[in-house]
């Protein structure tokens, strides 16, 4: 059976004439193991929801994964098919990706990404199995990881995280063969690693790789444990036969035709590419089936179980009846009130509406919570005492909160949004990336958004993050002007089913400048705030706290005589997936001016060839706000002096 692996590997490769085979002939033993003894999981229903999450932390061994599920029978994965998620071509080509086949759980490519999406997952097993008991939520999470996948920096810390939080239902095997593309590991790695995760609160096993008793032995004691597990699978890369390594190069490059029948040839296999022996055929597909009884048992009790409709409703993504509605209540006592906040804290006021309203809403903070305001009264912190809880203490790990709360979107059943500063997004931007790619529902609160935050100084005020995450293909970044549209924000982004989103917010006070609460105007991304009192002779466009700027400096133009509207830009993704004549409508042909405390890039779009842009030319510097503002130019005199000094006749 794992001989089927290897030859599988060797063809994938060999016919697209690109891959890594060397990782999956040398996990081939121990993931034959997992998948025909430990695994739970049908190939009949690869959503069952009950079902074992595995997870391909070692993406570039992609055609361990494409094998597995060929040979157990998954639908959609024929030898046409098989050859296909291996052509150059394929969107799943040298890593697997999410949407490409139902069994594949996350997109893996990045070394560190796979196994700290996968503490997430086994973060949201905990919750959900607190929530809706063991006889619905029952089920484990497993990882092959490499060497590389333990050497970045991400893996450390979701590594520390799971310790802490005693995920037992989580195990790890690591790959451990001691190569990288440049050769030994001992090049770069002195460290032992055993030792590390078992400082982190792990327990840990070492075991020959290609010994399936002591796999098996391996695994079986990890079902028992009460903390998560790492089981070092001592292995050779591109292993195909007992005591001799195949030729497949230190990252497990193409073999070639010669080396690759030399391969096939060691492990006495015969057949033509793509060709599995019946019987092992009937081995693997027996395989497939072992946990068919236990998933139609389990669809059994969720027949009879009181919480069937609403399991099924979060496990599918759908918003509880009437869930905004707390919502629509809070944004018309704001348009009353008019209170002056900064956006974090209306951020907050939002949440305590939308949390008790959406169950699937899990919180938390990368130990900024007072900061970032993204806790609400009376929830409790989720831990090893309450894995019921909804509000996460992350710990300063940016990057691995940014990951799991991927895994957890991925598992189902859980809205996860977090907190930190904007300025480190830096730290964040990968997962957030893959967040977008893999389309997930995943929500970051990011404060402390421009150089109106204050004395901190130039290392903690973002002037290019704005660009940066603009940047990247379906993310929506908002920036909202105030309580108005910080609540349309969230709206928005806990609506939205197919990617992630960014609230950029801002630490110091803000007036309300919205009064109406009808139609959730930030759903076009863009919108007119203040028309001209006339033809227009100017526009305006700026987006969060400078909205207000735009505001004062319109009343001093229209006070010399020139009309002038104020845009606001809440989110230029959503503005930009309007029709043109929305944008036509919106930003005029008039002079244009944009307003952001942040770097110029991307303004060009909206502004024009001829527009203005005031805004950040480099770094911040460290004063009070209004200082800072003065300082760098981004008040309103400064936008009325440039409009005057650009139009004829002002």
Same mark, same amino acid.
């Given at each position: 059976?794992?001989?089927?692996?290897?030859?599988?590997?060797?063809?994938?490769?060999?016919?697209?004439?690109?891959?890594?085979?060397?990782?999956?002939? +040398? =996990? &081939?033993? /121990?993931?034959?193991? @997992?998948?025909? !003894? *430990?695994? $739970?999981?049908?190939?009949?229903?690869?959503? #069952?929801?009950?079902?074992?999450?595995?997870?391909?932390?070692?993406?570039?061994?992609?055609?361990?994964?494409?094998?597995?599920?060929?040979?157990?029978?998954?639908?959609?994965?024929?030898?046409?098919?098989?050859?296909?998620?291996?052509?150059?071509?394929?969107?799943?080509?040298?890593?697997?990706?999410?949407?490409?086949?139902?069994?594949?759980?996350?997109?893996?490519?990045?070394?560190?990404?796979?196994?700290?999406?996968?503490? +997430? =997952? &086994?973060? /949201?097993?905990?919750? @959900?199995?607190? !929530? *809706?008991? $063991?006889?619905?939520?029952?089920?484990?999470? #497993?990882?092959?990881?490499?060497?590389?996948?333990?050497?970045?920096?991400?893996?450390?810390?979701?590594?520390?995280?799971?310790?802490?939080?005693?995920?037992?239902?989580?195990?790890?095997?690591?790959?451990?063969?001691?190569?990288?593309?440049?050769?030994?590991?001992?090049?770069?790695?002195?460290?032992?690693?055993?030792?590390?995760?078992?400082?982190?609160?792990?327990?840990?096993?070492?075991?020959?790789?290609?010994?399936?008793?002591?796999? &098996?032995? /391996?695994?079986?004691?990890?079902?028992?444990?009460?903390?998560?597990?790492?089981?070092?699978?001592?292995?050779?890369?591109?292993?195909?036969?007992?005591?001799?390594?195949?030729?497949?190069?230190?990252?497990?490059?193409?073999?070639?035709?010669?080396?690759?029948?030399?391969?096939?040839?060691?492990?006495?296999?015969?057949?033509?590419?793509?060709?599995?022996?019946?019987?092992?055929?009937?081995?693997?597909?027996?395989?497939?089936?072992?946990?068919?009884?236990?998933?139609?048992?389990?669809?059994?009790?969720?027949?009879?179980?009181?919480?069937?409709?609403?399991?099924?409703?979060?496990?599918?993504?759908?918003?509880?009846?009437?869930?905004?509605?707390?919502?629509?209540?809070?944004?018309?006592?704001?348009?009353?009130?008019?209170?002056?906040?900064?956006?974090?804290?209306?951020?907050?006021?939002?949440?305590?509406?939308?949390?008790?309203?959406?169950?699937?809403?899990?919180?938390?903070?990368?130990?900024?919570?007072?900061?970032?305001?993204?806790?609400?009264?009376?929830?409790?912190?989720?831990?090893?005492?309450?894995?019921?809880?909804?509000?996460?203490?992350?710990?300063?790990?940016?990057?691995?909160?940014?990951?799991?709360?991927?895994?957890?979107?991925?598992?189902?059943?859980?809205?996860?949004?977090?907190?930190?500063?904007?300025?480190?997004?830096?730290?964040?931007?990968?997962?957030?990336?893959?967040?977008?790619?893999?389309?997930?529902?995943?929500?970051?609160?990011?404060?402390?958004?421009?150089?109106?935050?204050?004395?901190?100084?130039?290392?903690?005020?973002?002037?290019?993050?704005?660009?940066?995450?603009?940047?990247?293909?379906?993310?929506?970044?908002?920036?909202?002007?105030?309580?108005?549209?910080?609540?349309?924000?969230?709206?928005?982004?806990?609506?939205?089913?197919?990617?992630?989103?960014?609230?950029?917010?801002?630490?110091?006070?803000?007036?309300?400048?919205?009064?109406?609460?009808?139609?959730?105007?930030?759903?076009?991304?863009?919108?007119?705030?203040?028309?001209?009192?006339?033809?227009?002779?100017?526009?305006?466009?700026?987006?969060?706290?400078?909205?207000?700027?735009?505001?004062?400096?319109?009343?001093?133009?229209?006070?010399?005589?020139?009309?002038?509207?104020?845009?606001?830009?809440?989110?230029?993704?959503?503005?930009?997936?309007?029709?043109?004549?929305?944008?036509?409508?919106?930003?005029?042909?008039?002079?244009?001016?944009?307003?952001?405390?942040?770097?110029?890039?991307?303004?060009?779009?909206?502004?024009?060839?001829?527009?203005?842009?005031?805004?950040?030319?480099?770094?911040?510097?460290?004063?009070?706000?209004?200082?800072?503002?003065?300082?760098?130019?981004?008040?309103?005199?400064?936008?009325?002096?440039?409009?005057?000094?650009?139009?004829?006749?002002?």
């Amino acid at each position: 059976m794992a001989d089927a692996i290897r030859a599988l590997a060797i063809d994938g490769v060999e016919a697209a004439k690109s891959g890594h085979p060397g990782m999956p002939m +040398g =996990m &081939a033993d /121990a993931a034959t193991v @997992l998948f025909s !003894r *430990f695994l $739970k999981y049908d190939a009949a229903d690869p959503l #069952w929801a009950d079902r074992d999450r595995f997870v391909l932390s070692a993406g570039h061994g992609s055609m361990l994964l494409y094998a597995w599920l060929h040979l157990t029978g998954h639908a959609g994965m024929g030898t046409e098919e098989l050859r296909r998620f291996r052509q150059l071509h394929s969107p799943a080509a040298g890593h697997p990706e999410v949407g490409e086949h139902p069994a594949i759980e996350t997109t893996t490519g990045p070394l560190g990404q796979g196994i700290s999406t996968a503490v +997430g =997952m &086994a973060m /949201a097993e905990r919750h @959900l199995a607190a !929530r *809706f008991g $063991k006889s619905l939520v029952d089920h484990r999470t #497993w990882v092959i990881a490499s060497d590389g996948d333990l050497q970045e920096g991400i893996s450390h810390e979701a590594a520390s995280l799971a310790g802490h939080f005693c995920l037992g239902k989580l195990t790890v095997l690591w790959d451990d063969n001691h190569i990288s593309i440049d050769g030994d590991t001992a090049l770069s790695v002195s460290e032992d690693t055993l030792a590390r995760f078992r400082a982190y609160g792990w327990a840990v096993r070492r075991v020959d790789g290609h010994d399936h008793d002591a796999l &098996a032995s /391996a695994m079986n004691a990890a079902t028992k444990s009460r903390k998560p597990t790492l089981i070092a699978c001592r292995t050779i890369i591109g292993f195909s036969a007992p005591k001799k390594a195949g030729t497949a190069g230190s990252h497990g490059a193409p073999l070639g035709p010669e080396e690759a029948a030399a391969a096939k040839a060691a492990m006495g296999w015969e057949g033509a590419p793509f060709e599995i022996p019946a019987e092992i055929r009937e081995s693997w597909e027996a395989a497939g089936r072992r946990s068919g009884g236990t998933r139609r048992s389990w669809l059994k009790r969720l027949a009879k179980h009181p919480s069937r409709a609403e399991f099924e409703r979060a496990m599918a993504g759908r918003l509880p009846e009437r869930w905004d509605a707390p919502l629509a209540e809070w944004k018309a006592k704001a348009a009353e009130e008019k209170p002056k906040v900064g956006t974090r804290i209306a951020s907050q006021k939002a949440l305590e509406a939308l949390v008790p309203a959406v169950p699937e809403m899990i919180g938390g903070s990368a130990d900024l919570t007072g900061s970032n305001n993204t806790n609400v009264k009376g929830v409790p912190a989720f831990g090893p005492e309450n894995f019921g809880g909804r509000f996460v203490h992350w710990g300063i790990r940016e990057h691995g909160m940014a990951a799991a709360m991927n895994g957890m979107a991925l598992h189902g059943g859980i809205i996860p949004y977090s907190g930190t500063f904007l300025v480190f997004s830096d730290y964040m931007r990968p997962s957030i990336r893959l967040a977008a790619l893999m389309r997930q529902r995943v929500v970051h609160v990011l404060t402390h958004d421009s150089i109106g935050l204050g004395e901190d100084g130039p290392t903690h005020q973002p002037v290019e993050h704005l660009a940066a995450l603009r940047a990247i293909p379906n993310l929506y970044v908002f920036r909202p002007a105030d309580v108005i549209e910080t609540a349309e924000a969230w709206e928005l982004s806990v609506k939205r089913a197919d990617g992630p989103s960014v609230l950029a917010l801002s630490r110091q006070p803000l007036p309300t400048v919205r009064a109406d609460v009808g139609e959730n105007r930030s759903a076009r991304g863009g919108y007119v705030l203040a028309e001209a009192s006339a033809e227009r002779r100017a526009t305006l466009i700026a987006t969060g706290s400078e909205v207000m700027l735009a505001l004062a400096a319109r009343d001093l133009l229209e006070e010399a005589g020139i009309p002038t509207a104020v845009v606001s830009l809440p989110c230029w993704k959503l503005f930009e997936l309007q029709d043109p004549s929305w944008h036509e409508q919106v930003l005029g042909s008039a002079l244009r001016v944009g307003i952001e405390a942040a770097l110029e890039f991307g303004w060009s779009r909206w502004l024009g060839p001829d527009g203005i842009f005031i805004g950040m030319q480099g770094f911040g510097a460290s004063a009070p706000a209004e200082d800072l503002y003065k300082h760098f130019g981004i008040t309103a005199e400064a936008v009325v002096a440039a409009v005057r000094k650009r139009l004829p006749g002002a």
